[in-house]
């Protein structure tokens, strides 16, 4: 087997597992998926298909906070489709060599969210103790704050839900669990729609694609139990570390090409 299938499927159960318990999967997926010698967009609509199924089941979890929230649930489920619609077809009109430009900077931005994603989450959580009066819901905003950020996911994606845990909270939500199930709701339909899109398309490369599909599950399932015991600053910086030493390699790659 050649490396660069062994370095897929490795990359690929690497990133199902940091996905189970911290987020930042494609940190490492889509370089695996670039290192294929697939074009730039191509490997990041194969990364997002490998990816999506994943998120299915979370839904399933999340169903009686769901169950709470169902005014704002369909808010966001259609700010996802449209977003991620939007997304996926610029990602699809997007030159190959200035997404490739975009790459490192992209990578860079999403490992900088989840450095804030810490002490933003601690910050929630003392937001959560503090008594407070109940204001209006502003349904509106939300839409529109989700629509942008499920555009990002439709084009890109690496660490938008950090993206839509602060937006709703910053609207005055304070339940990280319907937090979590609202942003579940959101980027699994931000990211179904570019599934659809871009298998229309034609971008995926599906030899590639159900190997990272099927690694991606293996090491989801396998590995949470066991990395939910290795502390969240741990898993935090071990992300953070792996999507700038990524962006870093890609803004050396695109300096000497």
Known sequence: ??????????????????????????????P??????????????????????????????????????????FPMALAGLLGGTAGAAVLLNTP?????????????????????????????????????????????AIFLGTMAVCFYIGYFGAGAGFLLIALLSLFGHRDLNEINALKVVATTLANGIAFVIFTVSGQVVWRYCLVAMATCAV????????????????????????????AAWFFWRNSVQ
């Open 1 to 30: 087997m050649h490396w660069r299938w062994a370095w897929l499927a490795v990359a690929s159960f690497l990133g199902g597992t940091l996905n189970a318990v911290a987020g930042g999967g494609s940190f490492l997926v889509f």
């Open 32 to 73: 695996a998926m670039l290192g294929m010698r697939m074009l730039p967009i191509q490997a990041n609509a194969t990364n997002t298909v490998a990816l999506w199924p994943g998120q299915i089941t979370s839904i399933v979890a999340y169903r009686r906070d769901l169950g709470r929230n169902r005014r704002l649930a």
């Open 96 to 140: 190959q060599m200035t997404f490739l430009h975009l790459v490192p900077w992209l990578l860079l931005g999403a490992a900088l969210l989840f450095a804030a994603s810490g002490p933003v989450t601690r910050w929630l959580e003392r937001r959560k103790q503090a008594p407070h009066a109940e204001g209006p819901p502003r349904r509106t």
């Open 219 to 246: 090491g989801g399932y396998t590995s949470a139990s066991s990395a939910r015991r290795i502390p969240q600053p741990v898993l935090r910086g071990l992300v953070v570390f792996i999507g700038l030493a990524m």
